[in-house]
């Protein structure tokens, strides 16, 4: 295997104790990576993870090292291999004269750039350990706690004993200090008389501190009568804004052309078949979908497959996320009613979604400990399609969808939070309203809106804006909102 050149290492107490500091109190701007045991020793259990948050650790049988295996696996050396940080590099280094260490099934003769996805081994026949770089490993994101437990097993574990010898060596100090100050008692006495003699000097500077502070106090009513006039001229600029936006706004808008294309959408029952027993959880989801003149039906992907995109709090997506992960079959059971009364059903093995953006992440299992994930994340790629057609699907228009200009007015139909609206004995969609917040796409490819007046629930919703031949066409599907007021729609060119 082709070593990749690497600059000298730092010392080895600099890039562990010296960094686990500043990864426990100044977080900022510091990487962690994660470890994940895939062979089952008795030391670490299969699937194990440990996060890495200092500079150098060490892997071996020997009981400082931060990575530590029990004495039944001979093939281990005491200090088999070390990991340190390169620049915004991780660099595995071969520590053993006796037993290999192999990267990728090769062996490693003195260092190599480590990758996400590579797979460490400790000897032909030794243990395994996996290589992840999460995709927010920022130290920062996680909890104070944690970076304290952390820092004690990897950054002080290797030197207890030492920090032992600076405890006697500082206690030492301090003792001999205290004879110091037993014997300078008269000194200070002769501070204390200048310190009298520095309070009158304080009385004379007293009175000049008055005199700029009444100063400072005609200078701030004049910024404070400033501020005023300010606050005055952008109340002026925000009620002009207003009366632009409800300007904006099309009273020609017709429900009724629009609304049976527009469906309330349910994910009835969620499945998980592993290792041969099935389980299923009922009444999971709520949204909306619409039919498209192409003879699709969309809706969000965090509606379809919600325990892609488990939120705090909801375990049991958590729960059926780590057994996807492990490789349980999870099978969703969506149905779609229209305001016409007819309605669609379909699983999430017929749909069509885009798994460009699906990504590996710890997380902390409802027990408590640290699990890995396959995560959605939010964004161009939160839609599915189906096959489906109705004769009232609506039209849209891709080139105009990634083209709309700043303060556009947008219109949406939906059912936030489940609800409906009552036209005698059926039900439709509640209207609402946006505005495109800039012009065209954002970096991630959506169209970032301001003034939102719809809620959770949209979510998988046609988004509207009349074209120049004066017909409704939709331009995109509700995304998310962030904060309040503003949000995100994925253009419908994005779906395919």
């Not at 996400?116 to 000897?123: P, R």
């Not at 400072?216 to 400033?226: M, R």
């Not at 219109?411 to 495109?436: E, H, K, N, W």
């Not at 012009?439 to 169209?447: F, M, Q, V």
């Amino acid at each position: 295997m082709k070593n990749q050149s690497v600059s000298t290492q730092k010392g080895q107490f600099n890039k562990s104790l010296g960094t686990g500091v500043k990864s426990l109190f100044s977080a900022k701007g510091r990487r962690y990576y994660i470890l994940e045991h895939r062979t089952a020793t008795a030391s670490h259990r299969a699937g194990e993870v440990q996060e890495i948050i200092v500079d150098y650790i060490e892997l071996g049988r020997d009981r400082k090292c931060q990575v530590h295996f029990d004495e039944s696996q001979a093939t281990v050396s005491r200090r088999h291999a070390a990991i340190s940080a390169e620049n915004s590099k991780w660099v595995i280094k071969n520590l053993s004269q006796s037993n290999p260490t192999l990267v990728n099934n090769r062996p490693v003769s003195n260092h190599w750039y480590l990758q996400h996805g590579d797979e460490i081994q400790l000897s032909v026949e030794g243990p395994k350990i996996g290589f992840i770089v999460p995709q927010n490993n920022t130290v920062k994101s996680i909890g104070l706690s944690r970076r304290f437990s952390l820092f004690r097993k990897q950054a002080l574990r290797p030197y207890k004993r030492a920090i032992a010898y600076m405890g006697l060596f500082f206690l030492a100090l301090v003792s001999a200090l205290a004879v110091y100050l037993y014997q300078t008692r008269e000194e200070l006495y002769s501070y204390k008389v200048q310190l009298a003699d520095f309070k009158e000097i304080s009385a004379e500077q007293a009175d000049s501190l008055t005199e700029q502070l009444s100063q400072s106090k005609k200078h701030n009513a004049v910024l404070q009568e400033s501020f005023n006039s300010l606050q005055k001229t952008v109340k002026k600029i925000q009620q002009t804004q207003v009366s632009q936006s409800q300007s904006n706004t099309h009273p020609d808008f017709h429900f009724n052309e629009l609304i049976n294309g527009v469906c309330l959408v349910s994910v009835d029952k969620i499945t998980v078949t592993y290792e041969g027993e099935m389980q299923s959880v009922e009444n999971c989801a709520l949204g909306t979908g619409f039919f498209l003149n192409d003879g699709r039906f969309i809706t969000s992907r965090h509606v379809a497959e919600p325990w892609l995109y488990p939120d705090k709090g909801e375990d049991f997506l958590l729960q059926i996320n780590l057994l996807a992960t492990a490789g349980a079959e999870v099978v969703s059971y969506i149905t779609a009613i229209s305001p016409d009364g007819s309605s669609i059903s379909f699983t999430n093995k017929e749909i069509v979604s885009d798994d460009s953006q699906l990504f590996r992440e710890a997380a902390t299992s409802p027990d408590g400990e640290s699990v890995i994930i396959r995560r959605g994340m939010y964004g161009s790629t939160d839609w599915v399609s189906v096959k489906r057609s109705h004769s009232l699907a609506l039209a849209f228009d891709n080139d105009l969808s990634q083209n709309l200009k700043a303060t556009t007015k947008l219109d949406v139909l939906g059912y936030p939070m489940g609800m409906t609206a009552s036209r005698g004995d059926s039900f439709s969609p509640i209207y609402g309203s946006c505005v495109v917040g800039a012009d065209g796409l954002g970096a991630a490819g959506n169209i970032l809106i301001s003034q939102r007046n719809f809620e959770k629930g949209n979510s998988g919703g046609p988004v509207f804006v009349k074209n120049d031949s004066g017909k409704f066409v939709v331009v995109g599907l509700v995304e998310a909102g962030i904060g309040e007021g503003i949000g995100i729609v994925i253009p419908i060119s994005a779906t395919r």
